[in-house]
């Protein structure tokens, strides 16, 4: 089964709360996550087979109406971006380190898929919106030439819709650095 993921954000909690529910009923789809983000918005990240996805996300634009901020159905996603926003990564060496900032959750999560298929990283983190002001952040590490590139797809995407905050590249990161991301 090609496993796809889908978004649909809101800036209504109450409507998005309604909106879960009809996404979830309206097919065999599997939540990431459904809740409040910072600030004040909700958040819906479903997973399962294409086809499944794209009705249940059509569903929720649908519901939605005028609280929509963004959507995204993002088939073939590398298995990474599920690891990396579960934060069930498993990382045992950190070598060079990458960190992407964007303004949009739609857009960190293509970024990431675009890094991880692309380029030679593994990724470590990928945080959307909760607790950090809406924004989201992907970090991933590899040796310095798979950063760079892994850097520049994501720049590239962020760029072409004005959502990239900043990006950073960290050729050798303290020990403690670590500590703190895993």
């Known amino acids: 089964m090609t496993k796809a993921i889908g978004l649909v954000e809101l800036n209504s909690i109450a409507k998005g709360i309604e909106t879960a529910d009809k996404m979830f009923k309206s097919g065999d789809v599997d939540i990431i996550i459904s809740k409040p983000i910072c600030p004040g918005k909700f958040i819906i990240l479903i997973t399962g087979d294409v086809g499944a996805v794209k009705s249940s996300v059509e569903k929720g634009i649908e519901n939605a109406e005028n609280y929509i901020v963004d959507s995204l159905i993002l088939p073939k996603v590398h298995t990474q971006v599920l690891e990396a926003i579960n934060y069930t990564t498993k990382i045992e060496k950190l070598d060079a380190l990458g960190i992407l900032e964007f303004y949009s959750i739609a857009t960190a999560v293509v970024a990431a898929d675009a890094v991880a298929k692309t380029s ?3 990724l470590m983190e990928l945080r959307l919106g909760i607790g950090i002001g809406g924004k989201s952040f992907l970090t991933f590490t590899g040796d310095v030439s798979s950063i ?3 850097i520049e797809i994501g720049e590239k995407i962020g760029e072409e819709n004005g959502m990239l905050v900043y990006k950073s590249i ?5 020990p403690e650095i670590f500590e703190f991301l895993i």
């Open 170 to 174: 960290i050729p050798s990161p303290s």
């Open 120 to 122: 030679q990283v593994q």
């Open 148 to 150: 760079n590139e892994g």
